[in-house]
C-alpha cells in the first residue's frame, strides 16, 4: 500500500540508473497511490494534499502529486527507443466523490473495522506456526470471523442503506452511496472507464483517441508497435492503425465484477460494453440481476430499459 512519497519512486528512479541501456529490457511497476481510497499510508503527507486548487477531491489531489513523480520517472527514460504504457487494471468511485461523499466514505471505513476476540487472534497466533496438517483448522477459524465481521457490518450499514433509499437524491448519486455502505459486484461506468496512454518508441504525435479500446489490446499492440510477431493465438487487436488516424471496427468489452459476500463464497457479475450500451447480469444466471442502459443517452447509468429492448439484450448475450 506504498505510494511514490514513501520511497516507491527513488526506488524506480534507482533501478532505471541501474539498468544496461545496451540490452533489452521490461519494467513492470504497479502503483497504489489511487488505489482504493486514494490515501498516504505513512507520515510522508505532502502539504498540497488538502490544496483544492490542485483537484476538487481526494482522488484528484492524489493523481496531481503523481505527475510530478511522474515526470522525473520520464526524464531518466530514453523514449526514442523505449516504449511507455500507462493504464490500470480498473477505476474508482473515488473519482467522482464530493466533500458528503468523501464523509460518508470516512464513517463508513471507520464502521468496517471488526475487533478480532481474543480467541480469534489466540488461535491464528497458535495455528501460524503450526505444522500443515491444522491448515483446515486455521482457514476454518479465519472463515468464522470473517462471518462475524461480515454480519456485523452490514448490521452497521443497514440503518443508513435505508435512510439513503429514502432521501431525494437523484438515481445515480444514490447508487453511488449505497455501495460505499455496502459495495457489491457492479460494473457501472465508474469502475471501469480507465486511461491507456503509449509514448515513447513508436509514438510519431499526439493523438487522442476516443473510440472504446479494451485491456486484451495492449499486448498485440506492443508487439506491432516494436515489431515482434505473434505465434500465439489470441483475442486482442493491435490499436497501431488508431494512433496513425485510420479507422478501426470498435469491439465489443467484455465487463466483469465479483466480491465476497458474508458466507463466504463469491458473486459475480458480468457484462459486456459498447459505446452505445452497456449489459450485464450474474455470471451464473442469464434471468438474474439484469440492466441495460443507453449509454449515449443515459451516461451515468439511471434508467435500466432491460424490460423495454429484449432484441438488445439478446443481442449482446450473443
Known sequence: DLTLYDGVGEKILQKFDNINSKEPWFFYIHLNDIHGGATFHKDVVPDKFSDK??????????????????????????????????????????????????????????????????????????????????KPLRAKLSDKYRKKRDSVIEKRGKPMIEEIEMNEEDPYKKRVMKNIVRG?????????????????????????????????????????????????????????????????????????????????????????????????RNIDNKFEDMALFDLENDPLEEENIVESNKDVVSTMEE
Open 53 to 134: 486548487k490542485i483537484g476538487h477531491n481526494r482522488y484528484e489531489r492524489m493523481v496531481s502529486l503523481m505527475d510530478g513523480w511522474l515526470g522525473k520517472i520520464f526524464k531518466s527514460i530514453d523514449l526514442s527507443n523505449t516504449l511507455v504504457i500507462i493504464t490500470a487494471d480498473h477505476s474508482s468511485d473515488v473519482g467522482i466523490f464530493d466533500e458528503e461523499l468523501e464523509r460518508l466514505y470516512e464513517k463508513t471505513r471507520k464502521d468496517r473495522i471488526v475487533e478480532k476476540s481474543s480467541m480469534i487472534k489466540i488461535g491464528q497466533k497458535i495455528f501460524s506456526k503450526s505444522p500443515k496438517a491444522f
Open 184 to 280: 457489491t459486484a457492479q460494473v457501472y461506468d465508474d469502475r471501469f472507464r480507465i486511461p491507456l496512454l503509449f509514448c515513447g518508441l513508436g509514438i510519431k504525435e499526439n493523438r487522442i483517441i476516443s473510440q472504446q479500446v479494451r485491456s486484451i489490446d495492449i499486448y498485440p499492440t506492443v508487439f506491432d508497435i516494436v515489431g515482434l510477431e505473434i505465434n500465439d493465438k489470441i483475442d486482442g487487436d493491435s490499436l497501431v492503425p488508431l494512433m496513425q488516424g485510420s479507422s478501426m471496427k470498435e469491439n465489443p468489452a467484455i465487463i466483469e465484477s465479483r466480491i465476497n459476500v458474508s458466507e463466504g463464497i463469491t458473486s459475480n457479475t458480468i457484462g459486456v460494453r459498447t459505446s452505445k450500451y452497456k449489459y450485464f
